[in-house]
């Protein structure tokens, strides 16, 4: 008989952590780190790329239970990178945290699986996050990742910043009053011609897996105890080239006056920095005005724009249009939008995120 088909010491110990054995195994986890990972409650913050693999992983790993917190709904070019889904929950209609939830609860039916479909901001991030050990940041736009900084801190919480673009990724643990915080590394979210979406420069499917591993293993280690053993550094990778970094940022909070996790204050936690949406009656749009003062480099917007819209991108001084699919999106210096063709809040965020940045 098999090595593998023999009854291991884990089997004999506890039958309830038998199909965690070979993490068991790893001496760093253990017996007694498996079983803390099975009482703790992680919270995810966005299901798209990062997240559903995320998700996978951690309810494999055996987490006790995983809140899954998104917006939007799945459409088939997110197949390449997000991992969770498949052409049947397009068919279904499903919104992402859902159909995340489907897939979950038939990967580990003994992790407690809560799928929240809701649009993550000032108003209801605290109570979403009640209860986690940690925070994971699976989402796509700086306004939200500041707010989930500004909870963390607040509330003595870490977290986990991961973003990717193209074959280049990040990713950095945060522990508040320890670690730097976001803001004291991203002081301000850049502008949007600064700051690339998957949809306006791609995005490669293994960076994904790259960065979200390299979350998952850091929230593993927090959730067993290891908190001495993480990262300390912003980790940076390019998966084209192989090339891979640890970069030095403690002096960012050392040496800085961050006015987040020094000066503690929580301006994207209290809503001064938080977007609105308008339904426009009549007119099947929604305009969309981000958070916080902006101004646009509309020539920068029109040539990322330019390999995705429908039809040439037109700006002048006191406007930008793209049509992209079935939608017309308007852009004005302030960096307020109208997005013509959806009623929908959420549809109109998602797609200012996409293709503006926020």
Avoid at 38 to 45: P, Q
Avoid at 194 to 216: E, F, K, R
Wanted: proline share 5%; net charge neutral; glycine share 6%.
């Amino acid at each position: 008989m098999t090595g593998d088909r023999q009854s291991s010491p884990i089997q004999r110990i506890d039958p309830e952590l038998a199909r965690y054995s070979r993490q068991i195994l790893y001496e760093k986890i253990g017996v007694e780190g498996q079983r803390r990972l099975k009482e703790s409650r992680v919270v995810l913050f966005g299901c798209g790329a990062l997240g559903t693999v995320l998700a996978n992983t951690l309810v494999r790993a055996g987490v006790g239970f995983l809140r899954v917190c998104d917006r939007d709904f799945i459409e088939l070019d997110n197949l390449q990178r997000q991992v969770l889904f498949d052409e049947d929950d397009i068919a279904a209609n499903l919104p992402k945290a859902q159909a995340a939830a489907n897939k979950l609860r038939r990967i580990n039916s003994e992790v407690t699986i809560e799928p929240v479909v809701v649009d993550v901001n000032p108003t209801n991030i605290e109570e979403l996050a009640d209860g986690a050990d940690v925070l994971l940041d699976g989402t796509d736009n700086f306004e939200t990742r500041f707010l989930i900084n500004d909870l963390a801190v607040k509330s003595n919480r870490p977290w986990i910043y991961g973003a990717v673009i193209g074959a280049t990724g990040l990713c950095m643990t945060i522990i508040p009053r320890d670690t730097p915080c976001l803001r004291c590394v991203f002081e301000e979210a850049p502008p949007p011609e600064m700051n690339p979406t998957c949809d306006t420069a791609g995005v490669l499917g293994p960076t994904v897996n790259l960065i979200a591993s390299l979350q998952a293993i850091e929230a593993v280690k927090l959730l067993v105890g290891r908190r001495d053993e993480i990262n300390r550094h912003l980790a940076h990778l390019d998966a084209w080239t192989g090339r891979f970094a640890n970069m030095k940022v403690q002096s960012a909070r050392d040496d800085g006056n961050c006015p987040c996790c020094k000066q503690n204050e929580y301006p994207y936690l209290d809503g001064k920095f938080a977007g609105s949406t308008t339904t426009l009656c009549g007119r099947d749009a929604v305009q969309i005005v981000p958070g916080g003062a902006r101004r646009i480099d509309f020539a920068a917007i029109a040539a990322k724009l330019r390999s995705v819209a429908s039809s040439p991108v037109q700006h002048n001084a006191y406007m930008l249009k793209a049509r992209i699919d079935n939608y017309e999106l308007t852009l004005f210096p302030d960096a307020r939008a109208i997005v013509k063709g959806t009623h929908d809040p959420d549809r109109a965020r998602s797609l200012y995120a996409r293709y503006f940045g926020a």
